[in-house]
């Protein structure tokens, strides 16, 4: 029973939306839920048909057993792709077999100089040659400037030499290398090393037929950056050089005349080399021309 002029909360609204009572939710009837059971959870739930299957973990089913990768074995030498590689395509190169280093001293250099055994067996090898020539000379045009011929070669030979072995070295610190020569010096930082091969060399005309142990070292690009050979270097220091700057060197069973060389990798023999009956001519007309001006002033 409710008081005068007060609604009734048993009264269904006819709006259906009514006033609070408790224990209603205050929706028309029709859309209200069943009471839940005493201790049941009241709030909202999802769907029995949205909701998930209960969680199932699946059984760890073990893969193969671990199989390491094999080591990396590049195809070309260390910072040159094949492109950049032509010695790779070579018959018989392969890498060369671990190689001694040169000896340093305190600070950490290594000073290689010429080799005076290897530079008397490059002059032993074309003084045949030369003493043949003067003689020749002496017979068809009589001593005296077969003479002064032979004795313009000695001399210019031994200058060359001396000169040779007091100023020529290479010297290779921690950080980079330094060529020095007669006419001048070359440094590279070993950085820039990309490419170290170890051949045999021949000169396919002249005098000296032999066989020299070469070591040519180039740059990332294929530039050459250092040659250094047998003649005058001792092989086994070549082979501790080519041990010492920081790239497994490839070695070549091919035995290259200059030419060869010179296709294969472009920019590594001097012309000197690549022509010297060329440079044999302008040395004997540079040598006659001395000669005959000495003769001259001689008569004066």
Avoid: C
């Avoid at 035995?255 to 080399?273: D, K, M, N, S």
Wanted: aromatic share 6%.
């Amino acid at each position: 029973m409710s008081v005068a002029g007060a609604p009734d909360p048993t009264t269904e609204p006819t709006s259906g939306y009514g006033a609070y009572v408790p224990g209603r939710s205050g929706r028309p009837a029709h859309e209200q839920s069943p009471p839940a059971a005493p201790g049941a959870h009241t709030g909202w739930q999802t769907p029995a048909a949205d909701r998930a299957a209960p969680y199932a973990p699946t059984p760890y089913t073990p893969s193969a057993p671990y199989a390491p990768t094999p080591p990396y074995t590049p195809s070309a030498p260390y910072g040159h792709s094949a492109a950049y590689a032509p010695a790779a395509s070579f018959a018989g190169a392969s890498r060369a077999p671990h190689l001694p280093q040169l000896r340093r001293g305190p600070d950490g250099a290594a000073v290689m100089r010429p080799s005076r055994a290897q530079i008397r067996r490059s002059i032993g090898a074309i003084a045949p040659v030369v003493v043949g020539a003067v003689v020749l000379t002496a017979v068809r045009r009589g001593t005296e400037p077969a003479l002064l011929l032979a004795g313009a070669t000695v001399v210019l030979v031994a200058l060359y030499v001396v000169l040779e072995l007091r100023r020529s070295r290479i010297v290779v610190t921690p950080l980079g290398l330094e060529r020095v020569r007669i006419l001048g010096r070359t440094t590279f930082p070993l950085a820039d090393v990309g490419q170290v091969l170890l051949f045999p060399f021949r000169a396919e005309r002249g005098a000296d037929r032999s066989t020299y142990l070469t070591a040519l070292v180039r740059d990332r690009s294929g530039r050459k950056l250092l040659t250094v050979r047998s003649d005058v270097w001792d092989p086994e220091e070549i082979r501790a050089l080519a041990g010492s700057l920081g790239v497994a060197p490839t070695q070549l069973e091919k035995v290259f005349t200059p030419r060869e060389l010179e296709a294969a990798f472009p920019g590594t023999v001097p012309y000197i080399q690549r022509n010297p009956m060329v440079v044999a001519i302008l040395v004997t007309v540079v040598i006659v021309v001395a000669v005959a001006a000495g003769v001259v002033l001689a008569n004066q």
